[in-house]
Nanobody, 122 residues
Framework: VQLQASGGGMVQAGDSLRLSCAAS????????VGWFRQAPGKEREFVAA????????YYADSVKGRFTISRDNAKNTVYLQMNSLKPEDTAVYYC????????????????WGQGTLVTVSS
């Protein structure tokens, strides 16, 4: 599967953004998707993950209550709705997928998109 992340941009604190992760290729098999982010000088960190059916979702504590992950399998797209953005949310956001049914909070994914930059100013 190929993943294309989009929707990043420059916003002010308190604003919202919706990121999209569009999949192509092997989309007729079930796959879990995770969102990760990496700020300059920091390690990549887990943000959110969702199972194939959407019945299981995980969030990092730092985004819980502000971010919502969802998916539309008919459109082969996973979304990350980000509300009440903070300057510390500034990072490159990556989506990733695996076909092993593993909803991992670590980078235990087999396929990665190219990333989309989110910049939040105070």
């Amino acid at each position: 599967v190929q993943l294309q992340a989009s929707g990043g941009g420059m916003v002010q604190a308190g604003d919202s953004l919706r990121l999209s992760c569009a999949a192509s290729g092997r989309t007729n098999s079930s796959y879990a998707v995770g969102w990760f982010r990496q700020a300059p000088g920091k390690e990549r960190e887990f943000v959110a993950a969702i199972s194939w059916t959407g019945g299981r979702v995980y969030y990092a504590d730092s985004v819980k209550g502000r971010f919502t992950i969802s998916r539309d399998n008919a459109k082969n797209t996973v979304y990350l709705q980000m509300n009440s953005l903070k300057p510390e949310d500034t990072a490159v956001y990556y989506c990733a997928a695996n076909y092993r049914g593993i909803l991992s909070t670590t980078p235990n994914y087999d396929y990665w998109g190219q990333g989309t930059l989110v910049t939040v100013s105070s």
